[in-house]
DNA sequence: TACCAGGATGACT
DNA sequence: AGTCATCCTGGTA
């Protein structure tokens, strides 16, 4: 797919929030600590609207598919109950107004340093994961059934966009941006990038943007699962799962490495095109990326020297090389996309 | 210390 | 046979 939140890519490793986070913290922030139940969560309008609520915040659906289960530690951490991984936006802030509270807690400072997360609550994550991934896409459904649209904005009407941007708009409390994209297609609006919407809707662009993201994504995800017979595990599993192991085959290293790169939106902190046309890119944490390999194929002693030996193997086939100016995890697909 | 290069070997499909 | 995991030695930054 067009890698929906490729404009989302990392921040760099500093940064506490995952880089998919960034935007939409930035953009929205949300009540953080708030317990909510599942069954609160539905996008039924009336109720939001009766109890006041925006609505759902669907951006939890892109963190949803990262990797970081320190952030659903922290998240779950903040308050008890499993909805309260469903992040629910408030009133938006005026532009430019930074969010007074970060909602993520450190899980260093909660003693999780993420090198000793246990197997078992990584599992209890990926389920928690799971849960919450299976609500957004219900909740995705629940507004395609009522505003009468399909979940892919791809096949949007300039009708279907302007449905679309009064839904979100009223969910989440945003100015009124229809005109602005009066005329455009669903195709239209994929095609633009998070600075586009921002040029267009300085007051909301960049929200606009990333709802959409969620919505490609969960179409995407939709698209390559519903043929085959691929399980959903939760979470990142549910993402790798849906590529190559819809087909049936095992997925090959580079096959991997190809579709995390594809996903900045929910890898590019571990890895990242460095230069896509050359099909260069830089593994940015090596143990991440290893551990994801090592979990794909179910060998937990996985490690980055052995991942890197697998890598090397390529040399000689002609799959991946190390680019001219040789730099350290640095690696090249000697056939780019 | 982390990464890199590549040989050897065995498991698995 | 192909692919990969694993272990290894030796080199580099």
């Known amino acids: 797919m067009s890698s929906p939140g490729e404009s989302l890519s990392s921040e760099g490793s500093s940064s506490l929030l995952p880089p998919c986070l960034g935007l939409s913290e930035r953009n929205m922030g949300h009540r953080a600590g708030a317990a909510w139940e599942m069954e609160d969560t539905k996008p039924c ?93 219900k909740d995705i459904e629940t507004a395609c059934k009522l505003l009468n649209i399909t979940p892919d904005p791809m096949e949007w009407s300039s009708g279907n966009v302007q449905k679309w941007l009064l839904w979100t708009e009223h969910l989440y409390r945003l100015p009124q941006a229809g005109k602005t994209f009066q005329e455009q297609t669903g195709k239209d609006l994929c095609a633009m990038s998070e600075d586009d919407f921002r040029q267009r809707v300085p007051q909301c662009g960049d929200t606009l943007h990333a709802h959409l993201d969620i919505w490609k994504s969960a179409a995407w995800m939709k698209e390559r699962c519903s043929v085959g017979d691929s399980k959903i595990t939760g979470g990142e599993e549910l993402w790798l799962e849906a590529d190559s192991s819809c087909s049936g085959q095992p997925i090959h290293l580079w096959q991997f490495l190809r579709e995390l790169l594809l996903k900045p939106h929910n890898y590019g902190r571990c890895i990242r095109w460095l230069n896509k046309e050359k099909g260069i890119f830089k593994i940015e944490d090596s143990a991440h990326v290893a551990r994801l390999w090592g979990r794909r194929k179910n060998r937990p002693a996985m490690n980055y020297d052995k991942l890197s030996r697998s890598i090397r193997q390529y040399y000689k086939k002609g799959i991946i090389r190390k680019p001219d100016v040789s730099q350290r995890l640095v690696y090249q697909f000697v056939h780019p996309v």
């Open 45 to 137: 309008m009336e109720a939001l609207e009766h109890c006041g609520f925006p609505g759902l915040y669907l951006s939890c659906f892109d963190m949803l598919f990262t990797e970081d289960s320190t952030w659903l530690v922290k998240v779950s951490e903040a308050s008890p109950g499993l909805a309260c991984a469903v992040p629910v936006p408030v009133p938006r802030m005026a532009h430019g107004e930074e969010p007074e509270q970060c909602p993520v807690i450190d899980s260093q400072a909660l003693g999780l340093s993420p090198g000793l997360e246990g197997q078992e609550e990584e599992r209890s994550l990926e389920q928690v994961q799971s849960m919450v991934v299976g609500e957004v896409l």
